[in-house]
């Protein structure tokens, strides 16, 4: 069963506009999220996770998330984007399963920011 | 601080040879992960560690690959033999997990493995 979805392959946008990058989630109990970019030939970074708490994630690079339950989703925002975001970011869900826990990683969303 | 280290960077064989990968992670780290990614794709867990023990290798394809992690700190990821599917990125990623897993994961830049 599907548990993270990334709906989009690829993101444009321009330089300084703000920037959204979607991931829905589909997992029993409270979920634990988190974004991840990659840059070419290099391992994934960390960016930020939610847990609990506020549903309004801060993390870095001056990304944010926002955990929306009703709508299972976690989308990745950005106020103003730069040239140098340009990246391949996953969405990844914890999902327990026999007494233990997996991380499911999305498929991954390519950002273009054209200057 | 040092991240986490992977070797080699960069691996051509030819098909039905052996292959070995290696992995240190972050120091202190007690949980190690091994992914696959295959172009285009998400990271796929092949393997995770607690320590030194293997505590989710389900989808490890136990007939050709092998891993191990003596001591709990250093770990090796093994193919033999490799086919021509096992050409992807290998990655190894570390964390200070806790039973809840809510930490974050670490990645090593990763192994590019292309089977011939």
Do not use: M
């Amino acid at each position: 069963a599907q548990s993270v979805a990334q709906p989009e392959d690829q993101v444009n946008v321009a330089e300084g506009n703000p920037l959204t990058v979607k991931c829905t989630y589909s997992v029993s109990g409270n979920p634990y999220l988190f974004w991840y970019v990659q840059y070419p030939n290099r391992g994934l970074q960390f960016l930020l996770k939610y847990i609990t708490g506020d549903n309004l994630v801060k993390g870095s690079y001056g990304f944010e998330a926002e955990f929306n339950k009703s709508q299972t989703s976690f989308h990745l925002k950005k106020p103003s984007a730069l040239v140098s975001d340009s990246a391949l970011y996953f969405c990844a869900v914890r999902r327990l399963t026999s007494g233990t826990y997996k991380y499911i990683f999305g498929t991954g969303t390519r950002l273009k920011v054209l200057a | 601080e040092a991240g986490v280290v992977q070797s080699p960077r960069y691996k051509i064989i030819e098909k039905k040879q052996p292959v070995a990968f290696w992995c240190n992670p972050i120091s202190g780290h007690n949980t190690l992960y091994w992914y696959l990614q295959n172009l285009g794709q998400g990271p796929e867990l092949l393997i995770r560690y607690e320590n030194e023990e293997a505590v989710d290798d389900s989808q490890l394809p136990k007939d050709r690959f092998s891993a191990e992690r003596l001591k709990g700190v250093d770990s090796t990821l093994k193919i033999q033999p490799a086919e021509l599917g096992d050409s992807a990125v290998y990655l190894c990623a570390s964390s200070l997990e806790n039973v809840a897993g809510e930490a974050e994961q670490f990645f090593g830049p990763g192994t590019r493995l292309t089977v011939l």
